[in-house]
């Protein structure tokens, strides 16, 4: 594995975890060259998942892709980088488990909005926001008086 501050390819691993869900390896290293630790992450590789998108093209799934989506999303809130990188592992895994190679995107998109709905609902509303292009804000405040509604169904307004 390649430093990623001196470029060295020597290192060693002082450190070996693995995550709760048992589908990752975390490995902290060291460089012997300057000294520095990294962090890495290993994972059994799945078959590729392909995406078709809205205009029928097709995409291979880019898990690092959502993760940016996700984090724009939650920027400045409460959540810290180990809940989004779960979020995106459970939704590999739930994307995996369908058992296509092929899956619409929005099969994704909804998927998102559905955990992003439970995680935090202004992560929610700006991933809304994109994902579902709104145009103004009449689709805007309609997002909004539906989110709202949902909470008082469950009784979580204030």
Do not use: W
């Not at 920027?75 to 459970?90: Q, Y």
């Amino acid at each position: 594995m390649k430093c990623p501050y001196c470029g060295e390819m020597d290192n060693k691993v002082v450190d070996s975890r693995m995550t709760k869900e048992g589908n990752t390896i975390r490995r902290r290293r060291e460089c012997l060259g300057c000294g520095e630790r990294f962090t890495t992450y290993e994972r059994v590789e799945q078959l590729p998942l392909v995406l078709i998108k809205k205009d029928g093209r097709r995409e291979a799934f880019d898990r690092t892709k959502v993760l940016v989506g996700i984090q724009k999303a939650c920027e400045k809130r409460n959540i810290s980088m180990n809940t989004l990188e779960a979020f995106v592992d459970d939704l590999e895994r739930e994307l995996q488990e369908i058992g296509e190679k092929e899956i619409p995107s929005n099969v994704v998109g909804e998927r998102v909005m559905n955990k992003l709905h439970e995680l935090d609902d202004v992560a929610y509303v700006r991933f809304a926001s994109v994902y579902r292009e709104f145009k103004d804000i009449n689709d805007f405040m309609s997002e909004l008086k539906e989110l709202f509604e949902t909470r008082r169904a469950q009784g979580l307004d204030n």
